[in-house]
């Protein structure tokens, strides 16, 4: 089977700095792009250079630091965004522009104020601008997925005709579902000129919990480039998250024939990064990066995984970072995996101590939710000095 490469275009620093309340600051957002060049991204959009001084200053050191990854600003379609992203990334080993204009009708009649004809004068005009200073342009059609599928056909035929490198096609209020969104990909690429000149990005949004199955909607029909960031953070309820679209990639290797650069034994230390310096807490459930991702509460799950882990784990905790998995002792856990717990700290019970300990575990969940290793340290002491 031939695999394709998914390029994998990270907005944490954007996007992802657009969640209520996070504010990062110029040495954050250098760390953490250090981080995301270890992870091995293709793309990092490294801020928005009009947007404020301080996000410009970020964007160029950035820019200036990290040398393996391509670095991508974002401007609005007008000059003077574009000029400032051309300012910021002069040093960059291989810079971009992104360049964004709405393309639905509410955005273009309500906030944009323009006719759909002067929407595709001016993107054209930008992107023509942008050209100028940039080898690669990458132009979004702002809520594509409530835009009119012929109205979009038409202006992505320009944009390309004016120079654009990539298409980005965002479902920016995350409406889109699956197939709708992946018929979207399948028509632009069976109807509009010369799209096979370039690449055809998603970009989802997950208000309605979508976002990662849109971007895999997506890539079945032609994408071939995800827009993301770490942990799904993002404006309102965030974007679809990396870390689990590239591990969902690797573990399902065996059902599409796609493949990305990311080194994903770095996604453990990237969540736990951006966790720290945007505030946002990872939530204990979450795929992949979640503390309860890789543990396991119920007995007959700890039995089946003290006996082979794939029972009830597909992804290891090493492919991710994690050093190991855990097997929480709570109410459901069972016999195997108290032995096992006991046996790890260090104790070689009899039958009848064990039994005696494992009595008392047992008594103590009810009244505690999470058993620690302090909590068994008293049981055991208790039950030794009990003889
Ligand atoms: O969601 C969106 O439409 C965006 C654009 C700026 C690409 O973030
Ligand atoms: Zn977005």
Not at 371 to 386: E, G, H, K, M, P
Request: include cysteine; charge should be negative; charged fraction near 25%.
């Amino acid at each position: 089977m031939t695999q394709t490469q998914i390029k994998i275009f990270d907005t944490t620093l954007r996007d992802g700095e657009q969640s209520p309340g996070v504010n990062l600051n110029k040495l954050e957002k250098v760390e953490l792009a250090k981080q995301l060049e270890r992870f091995g991204v293709d793309i990092m959009e490294a801020g928005f250079p009009a947007s404020s001084q301080g996000d410009f200053n970020a964007v160029k050191q950035i820019a200036e630091t990290v040398k393996n990854v391509s670095v991508i600003g974002l401007a609005r379609a007008v000059k003077s965004d574009i000029d400032a992203c051309a300012e910021a990334l002069k040093n960059a080993a291989d810079p971009r522009l992104h360049i964004f204009i709405a393309t639905s009708p509410i955005h273009m009649e309500y906030k944009l104020q323009k006719t759909p004809e002067e929407v595709i004068e001016t993107a054209v005009e930008m992107v023509k601008y942008g050209k100028k200073k940039f080898n690669h342009v990458e132009w979004s059609a702002e809520d594509a997925s409530r835009t009119d599928l012929d109205f979009l056909a038409k202006i992505i035929e320009k944009v390309i005709d004016a120079g654009a490198t990539v298409i980005n096609l965002p479902d920016t209020v995350g409406y889109t579902m699956p197939t709708e969104y992946g018929h979207m990909f399948r028509y632009l690429k069976e109807n509009v000129p010369n799209i096979e000149k370039v690449d055809l990005s998603c970009h989802c949004h997950d208000d309605l919990g979508m976002a990662l199955a849109n971007s895999f909607a997506a890539i079945e029909n032609g994408a071939t480039q995800v827009e993301g960031t770490i942990n799904g953070i993002g404006e309102r309820a965030g974007n679809a998250a990396l870390e689990e679209f590239g591990v969902a990639l690797n573990i399902r290797n065996d059902y599409y024939p796609f493949y990305t650069n990311l080194t994903l034994n770095e996604i453990k230390r990237t969540s736990d990064l951006a966790s720290k310096f945007t505030g946002m807490t990872v939530p204990a459930n979450k795929a992949v990066v979640g503390r309860n991702a890789f543990a396991h509460e119920s007995g007959i799950h700890q039995d089946g995984v003290l006996k082979n882990a794939q029972t009830y784990e597909i992804i290891t905790p090493e492919l991710v970072g994690v050093q190991s998995n855990n097997l929480v002792l709570g109410k459901h856990s069972g016999r195997h995996a108290f032995t096992d717990k006991i046996k790890q700290l260090g104790y070689d019970l009899s039958e009848e101590k064990l039994k005696e300990a494992f009595k008392a575990f047992k008594q103590l969940t009810d009244r505690k939710r999470e058993v620690t290793d302090d909590d068994l340290f008293s049981i055991l002491t208790d039950i030794q000095t009990d003889t």
